[in-house]
């Protein structure tokens, strides 16, 4: 017989709140890891966003720190996110599942005022939600103390080493005590996270689940070959087109991300804007009204390609072909959720050939060209010939130079609006103040 949620151990008001959340099985990583934590045991799950893992360790948590009470500045527990949206997507997750405790919730994001997280801070936090670096700051002016914290969890370990957080991550954890209960969750496990688990983690037990496989086979994916500045005509077609209920619209730069949602604002297309260099609370209301359905239309960078959960999109549209192959399974992951069908377009020209043969190698087969969108002829291509050796030079300056920089910067370069000028030498590193290179948490 299938394992219920009243099996796993958890308290009466969490399986209330599970129970009013509407769910009625635990998925596998929800079963598998929620008897570990609520032992005190470490656990290291490898696991994506899409299978539960969120309330697999706030279900938990939540009966954990039923019990005690927090004193001001020292959070009881902690837990760090990549991003702001995945930080807040936790929190949210705190409030529906905790709506049965009294449990107090600072969360510790970028972009909002330094005032009001002090002021949760000072009422005592049971639960610390945070970004590395905005911890960092708080850290470093005195604002927190780590020595009550009894439990750490790193959700989307991957993606921190990524985004290069893991110094911040490692000296937060070398602040708590050593007597605490650690879960990392990572959707890959690379030798860097390995190592960290290794350092950190005290006899974890390790949980693996598949990735959500529904999720691919209710997909229909589709490309269509176009020349540079065909690129905006043929999306717009697209937009158009009877069967969208709403889509997410993905490009590589954020300043491509705001000129693409000012065109189709411009040309009366319902569509908001998400990126890293944008206000947080601007974000927060874009997303917002994109759930809600007030905008049918959202251009974002990669900062919404993982992990954010927005159940019913219909369309995902990849303006640009992801410079990371990995990115295009996130990308594309937003829709066909849940076993909802969904369909992923990609704009692809011809100085894409490489990144879309990595695409295709990860998905396993080639990708079905739309009717009508065949590559063009060599003749044809030239016509565009100076315009595209521009980009493409631009392209193969980034690829050099986050090849030699390592992947640490390569979030930060798409995120900080670190654009390589076209007269720079190769493999020179543009001087990134070293606040900027935080302003990403
Ligand atoms: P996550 O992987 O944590 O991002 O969760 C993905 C989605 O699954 C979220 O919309 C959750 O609300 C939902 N979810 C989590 N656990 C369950 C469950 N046991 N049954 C149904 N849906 C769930």
New binding site residues.
Partial sequence: MATS?EDLGLGPEVLRA?SD???????P??EKAIPFIMMNRDVLGC??????????FTLPMIDILAHGRARARMPRSIILAPTRELAA?VAD?FETYGKYHKLSMALLIGGISFNEQEKALDRGADVLIATPGRLMDHIDRGKVLLSDTKIVVIDEADRMLDMGFIPDVEKIIGMVSSMRQTVMFSATMPKEIRNLAEKFLSNPKELTVDPPSSTAQTITQGIAHVGPRQKRSVLEKWLKEDNIQNGVIFCNRKRDVSNLHKSLEKKGFSVGALHGDMDQHKRMEWLEKFKSGEVKFLVCSDVAAR?L?I?AVSHVFNYDVPLNAEDYVHRIGRTG??GREGTAYMLVTHHDEKLLTAIEKIVGSSLPVLEGMEPRSKEDKSSNASHENKQASNKNYQERGNRKRGRKYRDQDFEIGIEPEFDMPFGQTPNVPAFLLRSFK
């Fill in positions: 949620f599970v959340a509407g769910y009625t099985t635990p998925t990583i929800q696991a994506q966003t899409g299978t539960g893992k969120t309330a697999s997507q997750n992990g959960d159940a959720r849940a």
